[in-house]
């Protein structure tokens, strides 16, 4: 299952902490796609999810918006 989480609009630290906060609300085994626009959002991202245990599943950037792809592990 698929959950998405819009985040433009917030900047750091708020999408991790958001992020922290909807990736709890899914399943071992669910995917969680972050659409935001802060330009430190795709590494930030990347950074808490690997420190985190959860897999990047992949990442993209589309003019300002950057999505990053969780799969969450634990």
């Known amino acids: 299952m698929e959950r998405e989480v ?10 991790v902490i958001r992020a922290r906060e ?13 659409v935001a626009d ?10 808490w999810a690997v420190r985190s245990g959860h897999e990047v599943v992949g990442a993209s950037k589309s003019g300002e918006v950057i999505t990053v ?5 634990k």
Do not use: F, H, M, S
């Open 69 to 73: 792809i969780v799969r969450r592990k």
């Open 38 to 47: 802060d330009p430190a959002a795709e590494e930030d991202l990347k950074r």
């Open 6 to 15: 819009d985040l433009t609009g917030l900047y750091c630290p708020l999408p």
């Open 22 to 34: 909807e990736i709890n609300r899914i399943a071992v085994g669910d995917v969680l796609r972050i």
